[in-house]
């Protein structure tokens, strides 16, 4: 079953292809024509994607060795949301339009589901307690298999990933600034800026970042030392992230510990789970670092899934492109 995966929800240009959920190729292309504006502007993603994404695509099946003809692909599946609306019609279009054209099923898929189902095909035991921390989003879910997986709480205002970048905008370390604050934090002294811990009981399935965002351009100003305000921010939002976590692995009787998403290439954040999956004796499901970040592999995967429990799937080809998604059940087909 070989399954062509595109995910053009913001700034990245990814195209994967899979046999199953075995990776065949894949190619991720990232758009740096934002750090000049200090974040991501919508034209000009859309715009980069439509210029990109077919050399994208032919280098995929390029580096499979596999002829880029209708007949060698058995499903196309593309991201529909949520993200940036004009960069997700792109993907969208295409993948529908070389479904249609080839007389092969579409599936339009839930990119946060998707960050979950990278994991899909490894052996996570249920019910799993998941963290899903991202630029857009930062959640718990409980997961009681892959068809059940519950929304527990996500945060009330910036996602985990964005109070990264607006902190690292701060700092004057570019955008996206995550990985930039990750290093510098290394380099810094976490006790050194005191920066409050913002809805910090870990029973809350909730997180709160904006308010910290705010407390590190107070410490900024005051003269705060770069280094040691980044490794004190840096440590503020892991703890909220593994306390939270936590809390719900054991709240659940998690078998698996299941995490997702950009922030999860934090160094600090990845030793903290490391350690605690080690300590709790319960198996830990984290992205290889290039894989927490937007990548088609996670879509080709959550496509598999979808084909696994149900041959016949497809999605309408007028599924829509959505910018917000909020519920409580999520699953990786969002337009039937
Ligand atoms: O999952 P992702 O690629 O996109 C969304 O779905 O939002 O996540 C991107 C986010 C950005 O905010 C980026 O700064 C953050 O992940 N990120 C990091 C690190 N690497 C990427 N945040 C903290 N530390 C890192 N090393
Ligand atoms: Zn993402």
């Given at each position: 079953m070989k399954i062509l995966a595109v995910e053009t929800s913001c700034d990245d240009t990814a195209v994967a292809l899979l046999d199953g959920t075995d990776l065949l190729a894949e190619e991720i292309r990232h758009q740096d024509v934002h750090s000049a504006h200090g974040g991501v502007v919508p034209e000009l993603a859309s715009r980069n994607h439509l210029e990109t994404l077919p050399s994208v695509i032919g280098?995929?099946?390029?580096?499979?060795?596999v002829p880029n003809f209708p007949g060698t692909i058995d499903v196309y599946a593309a991201t529909a949301g949520p993200g940036?609306?004009?960069?997700?019609?792109?993907?969208?279009?295409?993948?529908?339009a070389a479904a249609w054209s080839s007389g092969k099923p579409f599936l339009g898929i839930n990119h946060l589901a998707a960050h979950l189902f990278l994991h899909y095909g490894k052996p996570v035991k249920f019910p799993a307690a998941a963290l899903l921390a991202s630029g857009g989003h930062t959640c718990l879910l409980r997961m009681d298999s892959w068809e059940r997986i519950t929304m527990l709480g996500c945060t009330r205002d910036d996602a985990a990933g964005e109070s990264f970048d607006k902190t690292a905008k701060l700092l004057g370390l570019g955008y996206p600034g995550g990985a930039a604050l990750d290093a510098l934090a290394e380099r810094g002294d976490p006790s050194a800026v005191h920066l409050p811990s913002p809805l910090h009981d870990p029973s809350l399935p909730e997180f709160s970042f904006s308010g910290l965002k705010t407390a590190a351009r107070i410490a900024l100003?005051?003269?705060?030392?770069?280094?040691?305000?980044?490794?004190?921010?840096?440590?503020?939002?892991?703890d909220s992230l593994v306390s939270k976590f936590l809390h719900q692995c054991r709240e659940i009787g998690a078998a698996s510990m299941v995490a997702a998403g950009g922030v999860t290439a934090n160094s600090l954040l990845r030793n903290r789970l490391s350690r605690?999956?080690?300590?709790?004796?319960?198996?830990?499901?984290?992205?290889?670092?290039?894989?927490?970040?937007?990548?088609?592999?996670?879509?080709?995967?959550?496509?598999?899934?979808?084909?696994?429990?149900?041959?016949?799937?497809?999605?309408?080809?007028?599924?829509?492109?959505?910018?917000?998604?909020?519920?409580?059940?999520?699953?990786?087909?969002?337009?039937?």
């Open positions: 280098d995929v099946f390029a580096k499979a060795g940036l609306v004009g960069s997700l019609l792109v993907g969208l279009s295409w993948a529908k100003e005051k003269g705060a030392d770069p280094a040691d305000l980044a490794a004190s921010f840096r440590l503020r939002v892991v605690a999956s080690a300590l709790l004796g319960i198996p830990l499901f984290l992205p290889d670092v290039e894989h927490s970040t937007d990548n088609a592999l996670m879509v080709g995967r959550a496509a598999a899934a979808v084909l696994d429990s149900d041959p016949s799937a497809r999605s309408s080809l007028q599924c829509n492109a959505f910018s917000r998604w909020t519920g409580s059940g999520l699953s990786p087909l969002c337009c039937h």
